[in-house]
């Protein structure tokens, strides 16, 4: 779960974007996502919202999904050809949004969801970068699959992934948890993420609170190229509210 990818920049952090759900929780249909993410060269964060439809979140059925997100990074390249006089730092601003038709999928330890529907990105880089194809504005297609496995009373298992045809953005996340308790867990992740100009991946810990009808998950670890350049660490916190 902790292998790097390789990468010829790093452009956006817009895969952050991903989701994460309850595992247990009371009976509702609504819930809000929130969430912040920063790294050495990049910080961004996401509002969403969610609606289940018949007999709530945690039951199976339809539902539908909205998130919306902002982002900053930078990234060194080269203005003109590829001499090192030319160094040149870009600075890119980021603003992303998607609508998602879904079905939750649950048995009595698994629960899978799938969905579909049409992301919007737009992309701004200063000064423009005639080598980099994901700038402007780009709509597109977006597939996401979620899950989670209840290994044992005290193990479980996520397993999350999407793909967008807006400059072909992609984004997976595995976790691997204990239970220290009713309202606390503790465990590994690690994933990968990408657009057609670049791929990275990630790997750390996180700390997964349950205070009723909110989740809490704040994670970190090391993110990046190290097949380039050095990693750098990032941070990640999480909020969900049901109700």
């Excluded at 992309?123 to 504005?137: A, L, Y």
């Excluded at 992934?161 to 239970?179: D, E, I, K, V």
Aim: overall charge neutral; some cysteine; glycine content about 14%.
């Amino acid at each position: 779960m902790c292998d790097l990818h390789k990468t010829r920049r790093r452009v956006s952090p817009s895969s952050v974007f991903g989701i994460a759900r309850f595992s247990r929780g009371p009976r509702s249909s609504r819930r809000n996502i929130t969430g912040l993410e920063a790294s050495n060269n990049a910080t961004s964060g996401y509002l969403g919202a969610g609606y289940a439809f018949g007999k709530g979140l945690y039951q199976p059925g339809w539902r539908l999904r909205a998130v919306g997100a902002l982002g900053r990074y930078d990234y060194r390249g080269t203005l003109f050809g590829s001499g090192a006089d030319l160094s040149t730092t870009f600075d890119g601003e980021a603003s992303y949004g998607a609508a998602l038709l879904g079905y939750q999928f649950r048995t009595q330890a698994l629960i899978v969801k799938l969905f579909a529907g049409v992301e919007a990105e737009d992309q701004n880089i200063t000064p423009r970068d005639p080598e980099n194809s994901v700038q402007g504005s780009a709509v597109g297609l977006k597939l996401a699959a979620e899950s989670w496995l209840d290994l044992s009373p005290l193990w479980f298992l996520s397993v999350d992934a999407s793909y967008g045809t807006a400059f072909q953005q992609y984004w997976s996340l595995a976790r691997l948890g204990h239970r220290l308790g009713p309202r606390f867990s503790l465990g590994i992740e690690g994933g990968a993420l990408g657009n057609e100009e670049y791929d990275t991946g990630r790997c750390g810990l996180f700390l997964k609170a349950n205070l009723h009808a909110m989740e809490i998950t704040l994670s970190g670890g090391f993110t990046g190229n190290y097949l380039e350049d050095e990693p750098s660490g990032y941070v990640s916190l999480g909020v969900y509210r049901a109700f």
